[in-house]
């Protein structure tokens, strides 16, 4: 049974940093790709970041440079690094898995203030 179970979000002030973890059960090496997604208030749910089983990432505009997606293959763990946060990074945060089919977490809240 497939299991995608994130953690790390909270509440931080602009211009700080919280990473982001996603625990794969099986194997992360199940999946073709592993991503992030986020969903503000009002607004559709948008690719954050993904990234490869050969470590090929893809970034959306607005987190180029501040945000890095990594995997762990050994701990079957996405993470992903949130620097320099601002008050519109603020959404609900779910992992993604890409194979035959495709799986969510169940997201993770993050909140960042002003």
């Known amino acids: 049974q497939v299991q995608l179970v994130e953690s790390g979000g909270g509440l931080v002030l602009a211009g700080e940093s919280l990473r982001l973890s996603c625990a794969v059960t099986p194997s992360i090496s199940s999946f073709n790709a592993m991503a992030w997604y986020r969903q503000a208030p009002g607004k559709q749910r948008e690719l954050v970041a993904k990234i490869t089983p050969g470590s090929s990432r893809n970034y959306a505009d607005s987190v180029k440079g501040r945000f890095t997606i990594s995997r762990d293959n050994a701990k079957d763990t996405v993470y992903l690094q949130m620097n320099s946060l601002k008050p519109e990074d603020t959404a609900v945060y779910y992992c993604?898995?890409?194979?035959?089919?495709?799986?969510w977490g169940q997201g993770t809240q993050v909140t960042v203030s002003s």
């Open positions: 993604n898995a890409i194979g035959l089919r495709t799986y």
